[in-house]
């Protein structure tokens, strides 16, 4: 697979911010600073590729459940909406979070539209009716026998993300030390998980 460059640093590092800010961390750690990190924001961004054009479009969800020890995510859909359509066609997915301190998650892998009704039923929150509406039919009411309230399951399969690792003073020291100095500050826990790391966590939390 090729890759993109454009220079040549010899021995140094390429990206030294990547390199000072690279952490590695035990697996619970790391999933449990993530976790927190999504709680916190609460609201993520979907990606979703269109199929008519192939071109990517992003909606702010909000998280209604978490599963696989917490790197699994749940959102709740209209099934009639365009995400749904995208998904059909191309089930890959990436979910992205970030807050006001420049920390942030990016969740790729693969979504399955639930629409079993035990399934539904479990994640149902009375909330959904006022976005999916009462059509007034007996059928289409919002509740959680409404055939048009889903579930779209996210199954991660690679994760990265960089939680702050100081406070805002720290963080605009280490800017103004970087800008004095040339030297990349330390400002994040830079983390990657794998597939690998990923099924090793969900195989251990297979009822979470």
Known sequence: MSSFSNASTGDKPADPYKAKNADQAPLSESIEDLTNFIDKCKFGM????????GLLVSRCMAIAAK???????????????????DLKSDPKINVSFVDSTGSWASISGEASIITEREVIRKYYSPALKAWIGDLGDGKHDGGPEDPRIGVIKVKALTITYAVSSTGLLGRTAELVKGIATGES????KLRELSTEDIEKWRSIHKNN
């Open 67 to 85: 599963e696989g020890g917490g790197v699994d995510l749940i959102f709740h859909t209209n099934t009639e909406s365009g995400k749904t359509d």
């Open 185 to 188: 500050p330390s400002v994040n």
């Open 46 to 53: 979907m990606t979703t590729r269109i199929e008519s054009s």
